[in-house]
């Protein structure tokens, strides 16, 4: 039995930024960029949007513990409603979810949802760590966590207990790259094979460069409004039928089971509030930081058993005329990966239910399933968008 | 692990303890007074049935190598200089888990090995517990 909200809300509008590379470029002036484009294909205008929601709290995205309120000052925009949830990567999918909550209480009509971060290009460098040398911090910083290598924990803990290969894993990061190859925005699109996987250096073993998303400057952004509004706009709505966002550890002692992830609970509750399941999903963007992120996404999301991962990937099942395909643009790995991808996925998802990818363009899909994993395997946001 | 600058840790009120039992060779985890049960990291309550004020106890210091990493690269300056260095989930005898490294040749590093606390001068950080394999 689906949620009483579920198919109220729809997306309206959605745009991503065709930058991969900005340098001298901050990252609000492609906040404002994304925030234009997504209205403009809603056909609505900034006074329409009375609820906004951002995270930009990382280095790269230019704000600081305000985020949210320094890019509406920027933007000028004046809401009513506000979500500056700040949850990594799955922060914009976490915005969408709590955008469906605000309209269907009537808290706000139109909400715009943006990000951007020049990723790349960011000239004040800074290190990756997630906490501070104190508190809970002081028990792991010592020691030299990086992002990386956090991801490679899992990813080793993960061989072990279910023999997964680094070319399984591969697999994966040779899918993302060909579903890339027709975007002509793509930070990379020539192919690559499991072997070049294999061959590009070892950044945390056993993960290698390959096996890790690329850093771009750009941004992404969507506007949701409710079904009946939308039903009188000139536009084809993507409506939210699902929503389950879910914590996890922060400091990696904390992991509990090594091998799964938040995306566990937050799938399973995006799943009942859209009374679907797996199976009925026709395609995904499934969070692809690394190999690693999307392996555990498809295990802890029901579209394969736990362990059986690798071997989906290995036997195709992501390709476009596989089970699941999923990150139809090129993803995180080819496509853009500025710092939160969760906005882009979104898009990508919005884009591909209305046959217009600029990646690979599916057979009618109805239905998409969009995934986000934020921090060191810490935070999860699952969306389920139907036409 | 080198005696690289690292990065130290900034101990409180609370956690200085730990560090200073480190120094003497110790490694202090907490037990819940109520619920019996061992964690890591300190806090000032039980993690599982959120009691307060836990008690400090000596762990055994052996434990087995849950998962590890050999860091090859890392876009953090601190560390640079360590690499290659084996970022490490050590499992403790008595349960909970903890972030460490393991000292020693990384070349058959393998899941679930037995391993032990040794106590390494790390630079400004002073001494931090990580982990070596048993001997055979």
């Known amino acids: 039995m689906p949620a009483n909200w579920s198919g109220e809300v729809a997306i309206v509008g959605a745009y991503e930024s065709a930058r991969r590379l900005a340098p001298g470029l901050h990252p609000f002036a492609i906040q404002a960029e994304c925030a234009r484009g997504a209205l403009s294909d809603a056909g609505l205008e900034m006074a329409d949007v009375d609820g906004f929601a951002t995270a930009a709290s990382f280095p790269a995205e230019g704000a600081r513990e305000m985020a949210v309120a320094e890019v509406a000052e920027y933007l000028g925009v004046h809401p009513r409603w506000v979500d500056g949830t700040d949850i990594g990567g799955a922060a914009p999918i976490s915005h969408a979810g709590h955008a469906v909550a605000a309209i269907a209480a009537g808290l706000a009509d139109v909400v715009l949802v943006t990000y951007a971060a020049c990723g790349y290009s960011w000239p004040h460098g800074a290190a990756d760590y997630l906490t501070y040398a104190h508190g809970p911090g002081q028990w792991e910083l010592p020691y030299g966590p990086s992002t990386v290598a956090t991801y490679a924990l899992a990813a080793r803990r993960h061989m072990h207990d279910y023999g997964t290969t680094a070319e399984d894993l591969a697999a994966i990061a040779v899918q993302c790259r060909a579903n890339a190859a027709a975007n002509p925005d793509a930070r990379y699109t020539a192919p690559i094979s499991v072997d070049d996987v294999l061959a590009s250096p070892v950044i945390a073993a056993p993960l290698h460069r390959l096996d890790c998303c690329v850093v771009t400057d750009s941004g992404g952004a969507f506007v949701l409004t409710s079904a009946r509004r939308a039903q009188w706009m000139n536009v084809q709505p993507a409506y939210l039928l699902g929503f389950g966002e879910a914590l996890g550890q922060v400091s990696m002692s904390q992991m509990w089971p090594f091998t799964a992830t938040a995306a566990a609970a937050s799938g399973a509750r995006a799943f009942r509030t859209a009374g679907m399941r797996p199976a009925e999903i026709d395609c995904a963007q499934l969070y692809d930081s690394f190999t690693i992120t999307v392996l555990l996404a498809l295990e802890d999301l029901g579209f394969c058993g736990k362990g059986e991962g690798g071997k989906f990937a290995s036997a195709g099942e992501l390709a476009p005329d596989g089970q699941l395909p999923i990150n139809t643009d090129g993803g995180g790995l080819s496509s853009s990966h500025p710092g939160r991808r969760g906005a882009l996925a979104v898009v990508e998802a919005v884009r591909q239910l209305r046959g217009i990818s600029p990646g690979v363009r599916l057979d009618r899909p109805r239905t998409a399933l969009v995934h986000g994993m934020g921090g060191s395997l810490s935070t999860s946001a699952t969306l389920i968008l139907g036409v | ?136």
């Open chain 2, 1 to 136: 692990m080198s005696e690289a600058p690292g990065l130290p840790p900034l101990t409180d009120q609370f956690s200085q303890g730990y560090w200073n039992a480190a120094r003497e060779g110790t490694l202090l985890i907490q037990r819940c007074r109520t619920c019996r049960r061992y964690q890591f990291y300190p806090r000032g309550h039980c993690v599982h049935c959120f009691a307060p004020d836990p008690e400090w106890t000596p762990a055994s210091g052996r434990g087995r190598l849950h998962t590890y990493t050999i860091v090859e690269r890392t876009p953090n300056a601190e560390f640079a200089a360590d690499c290659p260095y084996v970022l490490a989930i050590i499992e403790l005898d008595e349960g909970p888990r903890m972030t460490a490294r393991i000292i020693g040749e990384a070349g058959d590093l393998a899941c679930d090995q037995q391993v032990h606390v040794v106590f390494t001068p790390a630079g400004q950080a002073g001494v931090l517990p990580n982990f070596a394999r048993d001997i055979k």
